[in-house]
């Protein structure tokens, strides 16, 4: 992760055969970003992530552009306003 709290990645998708193997080589490729929100411990260093979220989800071995995975520390302080930015103003529905 870089000094801004976030990072992007790639992550090429197995695929399996028809008769459970693993196979060579992937159909997809999973384009990512991961973010994490931390105190600073010292001077510049980042403390443990309080927050954070990866987008598109990963779902059913895919990529879901329709889901954002949200990260709390603290799940009786959930963090809907900063949530919500992300989201673009739109509401944060919970699970």
């Not at 399996?16 to 080589?25: F, P």
């Not at 919500?84 to 699970?95: A, P, Q, S, T």
């Amino acid at each position: 992760m870089d000094e801004d709290g976030y990072d992007e990645g790639s992550y090429d998708v197995p695929t399996k055969g028809t008769d459970g193997e693993w196979l060579e080589g992937s159909e997809e490729v999973y384009d990512f970003i991961v973010c994490a929100v931390s105190p600073l411990d010292g001077e510049y260093e980042p403390g443990k992530p309080k927050f954070g979220f990866l987008f598109p989800a990963f779902v059913d071995r895919s990529s879901d552009s329709s889901v954002i995975d949200i990260f709390n520390a603290d799940p009786d302080n959930v963090q809907t306003d900063l949530m919500e930015k992300i989201l673009g103003g739109r509401e944060y529905l919970g699970e």
